[in-house]
């Protein structure tokens, strides 16, 4: 026991030392569980069929998803911004189960491949395990639904959308008639369109039959099969990747192109992205999985998360509509069922962006296996982890846990929480 605690408190040591040395950006071979995941074999890259389910395969997969499934690409941007980094790094601490913490501890025992934190453009914090480095890509899951949201948003200020109160099937006319065709787009936006659909990830819910009948059927005649609600649009949150899929066939429909292509040169070259970014796509159709499948660069996540931390301005350049970002981000601009501690036991949910309790506006951008973007516009903070936990919910996991104590230490470091 006590020479357990002993290796225990030496590792911790050595880590820390190491991270010193590196100072604001580093490379830490090794986190927690790495064994298991796969480093003995050099983290492999796992197949179409088990890249998302094995285990052992998860970090190889995750950060080479491009390898695995057909993907389209946005390329990156020909005027790249550049992020300084912070000299000498910031000793950033937190508190954690009654104990001060700093950045090593939590890397060394929570399974993130890596964790950038960016304020006002400066990177404070740059740091990857298990062998990951700057030039992988990390797989966002259901973070690339806040890119669909964002689309959206963008056809709004385009006049393409006339209202976010226009049903579905104005846009879609393919799915006039049907349950999520008589939806509107804000109800989608919510997640709240009353639709019967149960989103477990135990390989036999609602989502896997969507994949199922996508693959075998298309995008539309899958949506067309849920037709089955259960309270009226509008009254109550539940979430359900399916209504991503829906707002996807809405630009998709409008733009008459792919959600890659539309968002190329309004999104991610007006970032300026360093790299080119993939997303996922059916072998059906070639479009898009619009709930998920996007993979991007730590840094260039960071830059996402630096012009939504500037309310949709980055170099001086509006990206987003602030009408649009301020109504899809503030949770005391939504109906009660979408506040946080009533939409979900902790977040609120807004126009497909997590909403965090407290006065002031921060929100988050979530993917299973703990991916993660957090945001704070009065600090322009943020902070990007990806992840790869034990299980694809999260929510009241260790990984969670800490991953908010140290959000929360973060603010309490440039201002206060309120």
Known sequence: MHVR??????TRIV????????????????????????????YPVGSAATWLSDESVRVGSFS????????????????????????????????????TKALPEFLSEQRATGLL?????????????????????????SMAKSLVGIAIGMLVAEGKIASLDDLVETYVPALAGSAFGQ????HCLRMSSGVAFRETYDGRDDLRRFHRLMT????????????????APGQKFQYATIETYVLGAVVTAITGSSLSAYL???????????????????????????????????????????MLAGDGIIRG?????????????????QPPPFHPRRATSSFGYGYHFWTFPGRKRRFALLGIYGQSIFVDPELRLVMVITAVAKRPLVAGDILSRERDALWRGLVATFGSWD
């Open 5 to 10: 605690k002993h290796a225990c408190t030496l």
């Open 15 to 42: 880590t820390a030392t190491i991270w010193l040395m590196l100072g604001a950006r580093g490379v830490c071979a090794d986190g927690p569980d790495a064994a298991g995941l796969g480093k003995d074999r050099g």
């Open 64 to 99: 080479n998803l491009e390898h695995i499934v057909p993907t389209n690409r946005l390329s990156r941007a020909p005027l790249q911004l550049e992020l300084p980094v912070e000299s000498p790094a910031p000793h950033l601490r937190y508190m954690f189960e009654g104990r």
């Open 117 to 141: 934190i960016v304020r006002d453009g400066v990177i404070l914090a740059e740091h990857y395990q298990y062998d990951r480095r700057d030039t992988h890509r990390f797989v966002s899951h």
């Open 183 to 186: 939806v509107s787009i804000r």
């Open 216 to 231: 075998a059927s298309g995008r539309t005649a899958a949506i067309r099969a849920f037709d089955t609600r259960l309270v």
């Open 264 to 306: 190329e040169t309004r999104l991610w070259h007006r970032i300026g992205a360093e790299s080119d970014a993939t997303w996922a796509k059916s072998v059906t159709d070639g479009l898009e999985h619009a709930g998920g499948g996007f993979s991007a660069r730590l840094r260039d996540y960071g830059r996402l998360g630096m």
């Open 317 to 333: 350049h509006r990206v987003i509509d602030a009408s649009f970002l301020l109504e899809a981000t503030d949770w005391q601009r």
